[in-house]
C-alpha cells in the first residue's frame, strides 16, 4: 500500500510542469521548498510586488525564477497558488484570468474563505469551476522568503472548501499538491471555516495584539515590557505576525469576527463579575474547566 502511494505521489510530481506562486513568502516560499523536496520537477514561478523580496527567494533556491509580467507567468501553468494577502485576491484573479488555461487550476491559501470564493466566482465567471479554495493551518511568527522552510506544513491541516460547481479533478489536484507538502487534508464548507477559525484563530490573535498595544501605549511601557516573562511571552507571541496579512484577515471575516468578540466580552463580563465579588468559588470552577480542556487539547494534538 505505502509503494503504491509513493507510486501515484511520484506520477503526480511528474505530471506537473509549471507551478505558478503568488506572494513566496513563509507560505508561498514553504510550499514550494516543500514540493522540491519531495521530487518535483516542476518550474516554480514566483510572482510578487517585491523585486528584491522575489530575486532573494531566487537566490535561496526557493523558486526557479521570478517574473514580472503576469501573462507570461501563468501561459500553460498547471496550478497557480495565490500566497499573497486575501486583500490582494480580486486584483491578482482579475490580473491571470486572460492567461488562464482550460486546464490550469487555480487555488490560494487565504485563512478566510467566504470572501475569497465570492471574489472568484465574481472574477472568474465560466472559470470559476477551475478553483480551489484553500487554507494551510500552519505559519509563523516570522514572515518573509527567509522563513520559509520544506516541512512547514508536515502533518499540518490543510481545509480546503470546494462549491458545488468545483470541478472534481480540481479538487483532487489541489488535496494532491498539498498532501505532497505533507499536509493531512480535510474539506467543509466556507461558511464552516470562517466560523471555526473566527474563534480559534482570529480572535486569539486580535486579543494578542490588543494587549501588546495596551501595554505599549501606557506610560510605563518600558517598566512593564521589562518585567514581562514567559507568560506574557507565550499569550503575545502571535502579535509578532504580519499587520497587513492580519488587517485583512479581520476585515474579511468580520461578521464571525464580530459575533466572537462579543462572546468574548461576555466571558470577561463574568470573570469581572467574579472578581469584584470575590468569588473564588467561581474562579476555580472556571479555571478547572478551563485547564481541563486546554489540557485535553494539548494531549490530542500530541497524538
Given at each position: 500500500?505505502?509503494?503504491?502511494?509513493?507510486?501515484?505521489?511520484?506520477?503526480?510530481?511528474?505530471?506537473?510542469?509549471?507551478?505558478?506562486?503568488?506572494?513566496?513568502?513563509?507560505?508561498?516560499?514553504?510550499?514550494?521548498?516543500?514540493?522540491?523536496?519531495?521530487?518535483?520537477?516542476?518550474?516554480?514561478?514566483?510572482?510578487?510586488?517585491?523585486?528584491?523580496?522575489?530575486?532573494?527567494?531566487?537566490?535561496?533556491?526557493?523558486?526557479?525564477?521570478?517574473?514580472?509580467?503576469?501573462?507570461?507567468?501563468?501561459?500553460?501553468?498547471?496550478?497557480?497558488?495565490?500566497?499573497a494577502p486575501v486583500a490582494q485576491t480580486a486584483s491578482i484573479l482579475t490580473a491571470i484570468k486572460p492567461a488562464l488555461a482550460a486546464t490550469t487550476v487555480i487555488t490560494d491559501a487565504?485563512?478566510?474563505?467566504?470572501?475569497?470564493?465570492?471574489?472568484?466566482?465574481?472574477?472568474?465567471?465560466?472559470?470559476?469551476?477551475?478553483?480551489?479554495?484553500?487554507?494551510?493551518?500552519a505559519g509563523a511568527e516570522k514572515s518573509g522568503v527567509t522563513a520559509a522552510t520544506t516541512d512547514l506544513y508536515r502533518n499540518k491541516n490543510v481545509v480546503l472548501t470546494p462549491t458545488?460547481?468545483?470541478?472534481?479533478?480540481?479538487?483532487?489536484?489541489?488535496?494532491?499538491?498539498?498532501?505532497?507538502?505533507?499536509?493531512?487534508?480535510?474539506?467543509?464548507?466556507?461558511?464552516?471555516?470562517?466560523?471555526?477559525?473566527?474563534?480559534?484563530?482570529?480572535?486569539?490573535?486580535?486579543?494578542?495584539?490588543?494587549?501588546?498595544?495596551?501595554?505599549?501605549?501606557?506610560?510605563?511601557?518600558?517598566?512593564?515590557?521589562?518585567?514581562?516573562?514567559?507568560?506574557?511571552?507565550?499569550?503575545?507571541?502571535?502579535?509578532?505576525?504580519?499587520?497587513?496579512?492580519?488587517?485583512?484577515?479581520?476585515?474579511?471575516?468580520?461578521?464571525?469576527?464580530?459575533?466572537?468578540?462579543?462572546?468574548?466580552?461576555?466571558?470577561?463580563?463574568?470573570?469581572?463579575?467574579?472578581?469584584?465579588?470575590?468569588?473564588?468559588?467561581?474562579?476555580?470552577?472556571?479555571?478547572?474547566?478551563?485547564?481541563?480542556?486546554?489540557?485535553?487539547?494539548a494531549k490530542l494534538k500530541e497524538q
Open positions: 500500500m505505502l509503494q503504491l502511494r509513493l507510486l501515484i505521489v511520484v506520477n503526480y510530481l511528474k505530471k506537473l510542469k509549471k507551478i505558478v506562486i503568488f506572494g513566496v513568502g513563509l507560505i508561498g516560499g514553504s510550499v514550494a521548498l516543500a514540493l522540491k523536496k519531495a521530487g518535483s520537477a516542476a518550474q516554480i514561478i514566483g510572482v510578487g510586488r517585491s523585486t528584491e523580496s522575489l530575486q532573494s527567494a531566487v537566490d535561496l533556491g526557493v523558486i526557479d525564477a521570478a517574473c514580472s509580467d503576469i501573462t507570461q507567468a501563468v501561459q500553460n501553468a498547471d496550478i497557480v497558488l495565490i500566497a487565504g485563512s478566510t474563505k467566504s470572501d475569497v470564493l465570492a471574489c472568484a466566482k465574481e472574477i472568474l465567471g465560466e472559470q470559476f469551476n477551475q478553483f480551489v479554495g484553500g487554507h494551510p493551518i458545488d460547481a468545483t470541478d472534481p479533478d480540481a479538487i483532487q489536484r489541489v488535496r494532491e499538491l498539498w498532501q505532497h507538502c505533507g499536509a493531512n487534508v480535510t474539506e467543509m464548507p466556507a461558511t464552516t471555516h470562517d466560523s471555526i477559525f473566527a474563534a480559534v484563530s482570529h480572535l486569539p490573535h486580535l486579543l494578542a495584539f490588543a494587549l501588546v498595544d495596551d501595554i505599549a501605549s501606557r506610560k510605563n511601557a518600558e517598566q512593564l515590557f521589562g518585567f514581562a516573562a514567559s507568560g506574557f511571552r507565550d499569550f503575545t507571541r502571535i502579535a509578532g505576525s504580519h499587520p497587513e496579512m492580519w488587517r485583512d484577515i479581520s476585515l474579511a471575516n468580520r461578521s464571525a469576527l464580530l459575533n466572537e468578540i462579543t462572546a468574548y466580552q461576555d466571558e470577561l463580563s463574568r470573570l469581572k463579575q467574579m472578581l469584584e465579588l470575590s468569588d473564588g468559588d467561581a474562579l476555580h470552577a472556571l479555571f478547572d474547566r478551563a485547564s481541563t480542556a486546554r489540557n485535553n487539547w
